[in-house]
């Protein structure tokens, strides 16, 4: 009875030890980082309109070859990618004259990408691939090893691998079928960096963001945001494009961890009233931010149609004449209703597309519209044609 009493004692005061256990934490309590949050309607994010200044991307470029082409590679005309074929071939030890050799499975291909500012060795990079001879298309081909040099004509990278074109061709007898560009291709990190440019390292008592959009209301409201979150006179506007951040005393040794604070920071943008328009394609982006003065906008029609019917004169039985080929024309002219809507002092995005839409206007008819508006001076907005 005794040995069962101090059983049943030992398993209670166990039991009591790992409940006090679980409720105790079992080190020094962490502060837990908080999930940044999402920027509020109508604001953006401080690294969606700008960059820590120094940072910037590399162009490299090279020269090289795609292989394996089904007879769809540079002709005979094409006289260089022959003469690279035959360079690469003697120094495998085979010895041919460019002139007498006669290949459409290659293709002479420039060979570009933009290596990022913290690229260290060993780093993949997609590349493109983009035909400088006659070749009708790069399907299938791929890409040999090539040096991939930089502004100061030292390699940093080696690309070569498969290309992707997202698109295809064929057909026989004159008959083609093509879907896509089928002269540029992309290898999805196909070149590998050798040799990386050193990024410009901050000063560990100040650092510079660069707006990507230089704008002066936008800079002031960049460096409110800023003090904002650091404190008073921490940030300044050093002009439209700079904001000059100064670096706590606790960030010194840790410029990142500053850099993944402020970048999440939500700022108001005060957007440009634009424009775009493209003329080619008859696609018109207008801004939230545009208005119209006073105008008053009529938009009429005018079609002509011609068309044009061939006719046979028959002659008469017997008559020893000839048919003959009579061509009947007709011509059209059809002008259609204008409308005239008159737009106030001050209208909105809202209001002009309300106005458009009640003309019946195409987007070919808005081009012409608002460059009329402009040249009226009632369009309130920079006009920008593609």
Same mark, same amino acid.
């Given at each position: 009875m005794r040995r069962l009493l101090l059983c049943v004692l030992s398993f209670t005061l166990a039991s009591d030890t790992i409940v006090r256990a679980t409720q105790e934490p079992l080190g020094p309590a962490t502060t837990p980082i908080a999930a940044a949050?999402?920027? /509020?309607?109508?604001?953006?994010? &401080?690294? $969606?309109?700008?960059?820590?200044?120094?940072?910037?991307?590399? /162009?490299?470029?090279?020269?090289? &070859?795609?292989?394996?082409?089904?007879?769809t590679g540079d002709r005979r005309q094409?006289? %260089?990618?022959?003469?690279?074929?035959?360079?690469?071939?003697?120094? %495998?030890?085979?010895?041919?004259?460019?002139?007498?050799?006669?290949?459409?499975?290659i293709a002479a291909v420039l060979v570009t990408t933009d290596m990022p500012a913290y690229a260290k060795f060993g780093t993949r990079v997609d590349v493109t691939a983009s035909s400088i001879g006659d070749a009708r298309s790069l399907q299938g081909g791929v890409l040999l090893p090539t040096a991939l040099r930089g502004p100061d004509g030292s390699v940093h990278a080696t690309a070569q691998g498969a290309l992707s074109l997202g698109g295809f061709g064929g057909g026989s007898g004159g008959n083609t079928v093509q879907v896509n560009h089928l002269t540029v291709g992309r290898v999805p990190g196909g070149a590998l960096v050798q040799a990386a440019f050193p990024p410009d390292a901050a000063t560990a008592d100040t650092?510079? %963001?660069?707006?990507?959009?230089? $704008?002066f209301?936008?800079?002031?409201?960049?460096?409110?945001?800023?003090?904002?979150?650091?404190? /008073? $006179?921490?940030?300044?506007?050093?002009?439209?494009?700079?904001?000059?951040?100064?670096?706590p005393s606790e960030y010194r040794k840790a410029v990142p961890d500053l850099i993944a604070r402020l970048e999440p920071l939500p700022v108001e943008i005060d957007a440009v009233a634009r424009v775009v328009i493209n003329e080619r394609t008859g696609t018109v982006v207008v801004g939230g931010a545009v208005r119209l003065g006073p105008a008053a906008v009529a938009h009429g029609s005018l079609s002509v149609r011609i068309s044009t019917q061939v006719e046979a004169s028959q002659p008469a039985p017997l008559s020893k004449g000839q048919t003959t080929l009579v061509p009947n024309q007709q011509v059209d002219v059809n002008?259609?209703?204008?409308? &005239?809507?008159? &737009?106030?002092?001050?209208?909105?995005l809202e209001a002009v597309v309300r106005a458009l839409n009640a003309l019946g206007a195409t987007p070919r008819d808005i081009i012409a519209i608002m460059q009329a508006l402009k040249a009226a001076g009632a369009l309130r907005a920079e006009l920008v044609i593609l």
């Open positions: 949050e999402p920027a /509020p309607a109508g604001s953006t994010r &401080l690294k $969606d309109i700008a960059s820590l200044e120094g940072l910037h991307s590399t /162009p490299l470029v090279g020269y090289g &070859l795609v292989v394996g082409l089904n007879k094409t006289i %260089f990618s022959a003469q690279t074929l035959a360079n690469m071939l003697e120094r %495998f030890g085979v010895s041919v004259p460019a002139g007498q050799m006669k290949i459409e499975n650092i510079a %963001f660069a707006l990507k959009d230089p $704008d209301v936008n800079a002031g409201r960049l460096a409110r945001a800023i003090n904002a979150e650091l404190g /008073p $006179d921490s940030a300044h506007a050093v002009d439209s494009a700079t904001v000059a951040v100064r670096v002008e259609g209703t204008a409308q &005239l809507i008159e &737009l106030e002092q001050g209208t909105t």
